[in-house]
């Protein structure tokens, strides 16, 4: 079983960034992919980026490409997700997951889920 709780969700500026924590707890954090998805009003919920367990990997949805970065520290248990270059089209509910899966693009992979954390961004 692992815990998730994201934090550092808010409003900002369109251009502006934010950092987005995930800290878990339970067992084995470093066994599991990590990943980060997000769901706009009226939208299913999408694939934002991924880290494998190692953090040798990284995957991202190509909207977000080269303004999102996401790592993990194994010794905190903490995933993140750096955002910069805020666009209004980010806004959205963030959340954290982990999966013992491969296809780390794809939701159903995922067996831990955070509650989710509001990022919002204002034109």
């Known amino acids: 079983q692992v815990q998730l709780v994201e934090s550092g969700g808010g409003l900002v500026q369109a251009g502006g960034s934010l950092r987005l924590s995930c800290a878990a707890s339970?067992?084995?954090?470093?066994?599991?992919?990590m990943g980060w998805f997000r769901q706009a009003p009226g939208k299913e919920r999408e694939f934002v980026a991924a880290?494998?367990?190692?953090?040798?990997?990284?995957y991202y949805t190509g909207s977000v490409k080269g303004r999102f970065t996401i790592s993990r520290d194994n010794a905190k248990t903490t995933v993140y997700l750096q955002m910069n270059s805020l666009k209004p089209e980010d806004t959205a509910v963030y959340y954290c997951?982990?999966?013992?899966?491969?296809?780390?693009?794809?939701?159903?992979?995922?067996?831990?889920w955070g509650q989710g954390t509001q990022v919002a961004v204002a034109s």
């Open positions: 997951a982990a999966s013992y899966l491969s296809d780390v693009e794809s939701p159903r992979s995922y067996q831990y």
């Open positions: 339970g067992r084995a954090f470093n066994s599991y992919n």
């Open positions: 880290v494998t367990w190692s953090g040798g990997s990284t």
